[in-house]
């Protein structure tokens, strides 16, 4: 994460732990005692959503790239040039600061070092941490050392993995109204409690006042938090 990146969230866990605090339990004590939690867990909390944007980004540039160099493999040239001019292409299309066009660069490099590509690619695929990636960088070695068509390989392999993130695409189509509602859902508890406060002025004031209702409004909030967790495994669904 970036500096940026902590204080965006770290605001944004601060917020939830305010109105956690105000919604729920109506003390400042409850608030001050949320706050570190929410500052520091909420990023942390982000950190899978994000690196599975960024591995999500990568797969699609490493994807192109690939389909890039077994272009260049079909119009003669050799593997080492073919990822020479796929890093070139690279950096017209997606531009220089690109994840796959630093990597693509990172290649070149070894290559002229007289690193062996399939080395380069398997180092690349376990830092990746992408399971497409690793399964690509696996046939190209098995191919590099066969003999095989490496053409036809990889552009099949690349477009393998293309198919597959068509559908996970698709899915993401399908349910994005659920996800939309998921997120209606989440505030919800919230906003009933501030319009029941703020329409019937002192209704709810007995759930704060007494042990009971204290109770009662924890295990609404582990409900709350519960169900939110239920929520995001049912949509994560995964090709």
Same mark, same amino acid.
């Given at each position: 994460?970036?500096? *940026?990146?902590?204080?965006?969230?770290?605001?944004?866990?601060?917020?939830?732990? &305010? &109105?956690?605090?105000?919604?729920?339990?109506?003390?400042?004590?409850?608030?001050?005692?949320?706050?570190?939690?929410?500052?520091?867990?909420?990023?942390?909390?982000?950190?899978?959503?994000?690196k599975s944007k960024r591995q999500s980004r990568l797969t699609e540039e490493f994807t192109e790239?690939?389909?890039?160099?077994?272009?260049?493999?079909?119009?003669?040239?050799?593997?080492?040039? &073919?990822?020479?001019?796929?890093?070139?292409?690279?950096?017209?299309?997606?531009?220089?600061?690109?994840?796959?066009?630093? *990597?693509?660069?990172?290649?070149?490099?070894?290559?002229?070092?007289?690193?062996?590509?399939?080395?380069?690619?398997?180092?690349?695929? *376990? =830092?990746?941490?992408?399971?497409?990636?690793?399964?690509?960088?696996?046939?190209?070695?098995?191919?590099?050392?066969?003999?095989?068509?490496?053409? *036809?390989?990889?552009?099949?392999?690349?477009?393998?993995?293309?198919?597959?993130?068509?559908?996970?695409?698709?899915?993401?189509?399908?349910?994005?109204? =659920?996800?939309?509602?998921?997120?209606?859902?989440?505030?919800?508890?919230?906003?009933?409690?501030?319009?029941?406060?703020?329409?019937?002025?002192?209704?709810?004031?007995?759930?704060?006042?007494?042990? &009971?209702? =204290?109770?009662?409004m924890t295990v609404s909030l582990i409900l709350t938090g519960v169900s939110y967790m239920l929520?995001?495994?049912?949509?994560?669904?995964?090709?």
């Amino acid at each position: 994460m970036t500096k *940026e990146d902590k204080l965006k969230y770290g605001s944004i866990g601060a917020v939830i732990c &305010a &109105a956690i605090a105000y919604a729920f339990y109506r003390s400042i004590i409850v608030f001050i005692v949320l706050l570190p939690a929410g500052i520091l867990v909420y990023p942390k909390s982000k950190i899978t959503e994000l690196k599975s944007k960024r591995q999500s980004r990568l797969t699609e540039e490493f994807t192109e790239g690939m389909l890039s160099v077994g272009s260049f493999l079909g119009a003669g040239l050799s593997l080492e040039n &073919a990822f020479i001019s796929a890093y070139r292409e690279q950096c017209r299309i997606n531009g220089k600061d690109a994840l796959m066009s630093r *990597e693509f660069e990172n290649f070149i490099k070894n290559i002229r070092l007289n690193k062996p590509i399939e080395a380069i690619l398997k180092e690349f695929a *376990e =830092r990746s941490m992408v399971d497409d990636i690793k399964s690509f960088s696996e046939v190209f070695i098995i191919a590099k050392r066969k003999g095989g068509r490496m053409k *036809e390989i990889i552009e099949n392999t690349a477009s393998i993995i293309r198919d597959k993130r068509a559908v996970n695409e698709e899915i993401l189509n399908m349910t994005a109204s =659920r996800r939309y509602e998921q997120n209606i859902m989440n505030i919800l508890p919230f906003v009933i409690i501030i319009y029941i406060d703020l329409t019937s002025d002192g209704f709810i004031d007995i759930m704060y006042g007494c042990f &009971a209702g =204290r109770v009662i409004m924890t295990v609404s909030l582990i409900l709350t938090g519960v169900s939110y967790m239920l929520s995001q495994k049912i949509l994560d669904i995964k090709v």
